[in-house]
């Protein structure tokens, strides 16, 4: 009875969110054609007689903007996405929609549109429909919650990778999703992990999933389980029907997108692309590091003179520190900083990262470290295309030579521009800290790209003190 209840749910969500969205598409257009053409404020450019016409391309604007809504995967059946991710892909939507109908408009030769007033539409709209599916999944949410009708997991495991997957779901509630318990991979005695229970080991999986029938998935976050085992995994999940999801955590390393295609009748498992491949996504990325460096440049070049004369008068030596790095596609450039450090700080030590306390700093460069101050010249990096104001942050050819014999699957963070800040650096991991767990938040940063995680990261790198030194 769960089972079908949580299945007739999944196949009936897509087609509310499809009612939301049009009625949102529909309201939008009416209140901005309202207020454009009909309340007052503006010129009127309208008889009465052609608002017909624009409200039979209203119709066409829906079509348009569902048929671009679904290919961007906003109304998959059991699909996941946190509101921010959510949101930027219906700005996707909204753009390529508005994109395909002013060129469309200039194919109708005995109607003049409005290309302002489908511009201003789709400002707009996308906020229209962002608010919307936020409206339905809180309500959903609260249906689930009331209906019992959550997505039950049995997690097959108790270790990080676990951990990590039960503060995902609790984090997230617009997934749907509750952690039941976790089995074991022997018996250790425990009666419970990241507060749920702990309701066996590996062995009892098929009495499990007998005895508890509101299962509806069961997650394998272990790794180091043979090719037989697994299988039988699947097959005792098929005889009760419950979905099997295994974490892919290749090489140690999380990989949030896999993709599979086919090559003379062989699956083939590949790394999916990041969403920074696409042309518009890598065009608004840039144009969003231009516009917001120039502007920042221009407004705090006073501080950037009062800050120049602080690092000359406490030390001697030049102003600006220059160094050498590698970014995007393993390409070397020299990144700016303000001096914080005596002149030949690494003379007779080489190349080594600053550490709590450094005696090497200077007292200027020690208030400029510990409020990320030295990092501003770092604006002219990202106007000059050397780097983003958000991505993995660009290391020394020293420690990269290092680094991508140790850590797998470390070289894949230069497939992108470094930034001035990253999910890394405002999650603590910063200066001399865990390179593993560094590449792991840096790669599902590329992984996950979204404007709107920028947005995040660039507001929360205002209050990043960790390990800043």
């Given at each position: 009875?769960?089972?079908?209840?949580?299945?007739?749910?999944?196949?009936f969500f897509p087609w509310a969110q499809?009612?939301?969205?049009?009625?949102?598409?529909?309201?939008?257009?009416?209140?901005?054609?309202?207020?454009?053409?009909?309340?007052?404020?503006?010129?009127?450019?309208?008889?009465?007689?052609?608002?017909?016409?624009?409200?039979?391309?209203?119709?066409?604007?829906?079509?348009?903007?569902?048929?671009?809504?679904?290919?961007?995967?906003?109304?998959?059946?059991?699909?996941?996405?946190?509101?921010?991710?959510?949101?930027?892909?219906?700005?996707?939507?909204?753009?390529?929609?508005?994109?395909?109908?002013?060129?469309?408009?200039?194919?109708?030769?005995?109607?003049?549109?409005?290309?302002?007033?489908?511009?201003?539409?789709?400002?707009?709209?996308?906020?229209?429909?962002?608010?919307?599916?936020?409206?339905?999944?809180?309500?959903?949410?609260?249906?689930?919650?009331?209906?019992?009708?959550?997505?039950?997991?049995?997690?097959?495991?108790?270790?990080?990778?676990?951990?990590?997957?039960?503060?995902?779901?609790?984090?997230?509630?617009?997934?749907?999703?509750?952690?039941?318990?976790?089995?074991?991979?022997?018996?250790?005695?425990?009666?419970?992990?990241?507060?749920?229970?702990?309701?066996?080991?590996?062995?009892?999986?098929?009495?499990?999933?007998?005895?508890?029938?509101?299962?509806?998935?069961?997650?394998?976050?272990?790794?180091?389980?043979p090719a037989e085992s697994v299988l039988?995994?699947?097959?005792?999940?098929?005889?009760?029907?419950?979905?099997?999801?295994?974490?892919?955590?290749?090489?140690?390393?999380?990989?949030?997108?896999?993709?599979?295609?086919?090559?003379?009748?062989?699956?083939?498992?590949?790394?999916?692309?990041?969403?920074?491949?696409?042309?518009?996504?890598?065009?608004?990325?840039?144009?969003?590091?231009?516009?917001?460096?120039?502007?920042?440049?221009?407004?705090?070049?006073?501080?950037?003179?009062?800050?120049?004369?602080?690092?000359?008068?406490?030390?001697?030596?030049?102003?600006?520190?220059?160094?050498?790095?590698?970014?995007?596609?393993?390409?070397?450039?020299?990144?700016?900083?303000?001096?914080?450090?005596?002149?030949?700080?690494?003379?007779?030590?080489?190349?080594?990262?600053?550490?709590?306390?450094?005696?090497?700093?200077?007292?200027?460069?020690?208030?400029?470290?510990?409020?990320?101050?030295?990092?501003?010249?770092?604006?002219?990096?990202?106007?000059?295309?050397?780097?983003?104001?958000?991505?993995?942050?660009?290391?020394?050819?020293?420690?990269?030579?290092?680094?991508?014999?140790?850590?797998?699957?470390?070289?894949?963070?230069?497939?992108?521009?470094?930034?001035?800040?990253?999910?890394?650096?405002?999650?603590?991991?910063?200066?001399?800290?865990?390179?593993?767990?560094?590449?792991?938040?840096?790669?599902?940063?590329?992984?996950?790209?979204?404007?709107?995680?920028?947005?995040?990261?660039?507001?929360?790198?205002?209050?990043?003190?960790?390990?800043?030194?």
């Amino acid at each position: 009875m769960i089972l079908r209840r949580r299945r007739k749910r999944d196949s009936f969500f897509p087609w509310a969110q499809l009612l939301a969205d049009c009625l949102a598409i529909y309201t939008v257009l009416f209140l901005v054609f309202w207020v454009r053409f009909v309340s007052g404020p503006f010129e009127k450019l309208l008889n009465v007689e052609d608002h017909r016409v624009y409200y039979q391309a209203f119709h066409l604007t829906a079509l348009t903007l569902v048929f671009f809504l679904r290919a961007n995967g906003l109304y998959r059946p059991g699909a996941f996405f946190t509101f921010a991710g959510e949101a930027a892909r219906v700005v996707k939507s909204v753009i390529s929609s508005i994109v395909v109908l002013m060129a469309a408009s200039f194919f109708v030769r005995d109607f003049s549109f409005s290309r302002t007033f489908l511009i201003i539409s789709g400002v707009f709209l996308a906020g229209g429909i962002s608010g919307a599916r936020f409206a339905l999944g809180r309500l959903v949410m609260a249906i689930d919650q009331k209906r019992g009708s959550l997505r039950n997991i049995l997690i097959i495991g108790c270790d990080q990778t676990a951990a990590k997957l039960v503060k995902h779901y609790r984090k997230n509630p617009r997934s749907g999703c509750h952690v039941i318990g976790f089995l074991d991979s022997e018996d250790a005695g425990r009666k419970s992990f990241e507060g749920s229970p702990v309701l066996g080991t590996i062995e009892d999986l098929p009495e499990t999933l007998k005895t508890h029938r509101q299962i509806h998935e069961v997650f394998l976050a272990l790794q180091q389980i043979p090719a037989e085992s697994v299988l039988k995994m699947i097959y005792d999940c098929e005889k009760e029907m419950v979905v099997f999801r295994r974490v892919a955590d290749m090489f140690g390393l999380i990989t949030a997108r896999m993709s599979v295609s086919y090559s003379g009748g062989v699956s083939v498992l590949s790394f999916t692309d990041s969403p920074l491949a696409d042309w518009e996504n890598r065009f608004l990325k840039r144009a969003t590091d231009i516009l917001l460096s120039l502007l920042a440049l221009l407004l705090m070049a006073p501080i950037f003179l009062v800050l120049a004369i602080l690092v000359k008068m406490g030390s001697r030596g030049p102003v600006f520190y220059r160094q050498e790095r590698i970014g995007e596609d393993g390409r070397h450039f020299m990144l700016l900083k303000f001096r914080t450090m005596g002149t030949d700080a690494e003379k007779e030590s080489g190349p080594v990262w600053a550490q709590e306390n450094d005696p090497r700093r200077t007292k200027i460069g020690t208030f400029l470290r510990q409020n990320n101050l030295d990092e501003l010249p770092q604006l002219w990096n990202v106007f000059a295309g050397d780097m983003s104001l958000v991505g993995p942050r660009p290391e020394r050819p020293y420690f990269v030579s290092q680094f991508k014999e140790d850590i797998p699957r470390y070289m894949a963070r230069h497939s992108i521009r470094s930034g001035i800040t990253g999910w890394a650096q405002v999650n603590g991991f910063r200066g001399n800290t865990s390179i593993e767990e560094r590449t792991k938040f840096d790669l599902y940063y590329i992984e996950n790209w979204s404007f709107f995680l920028d947005i995040k990261i660039l507001f929360l790198t205002l209050f990043a003190r960790q390990n800043a030194y």
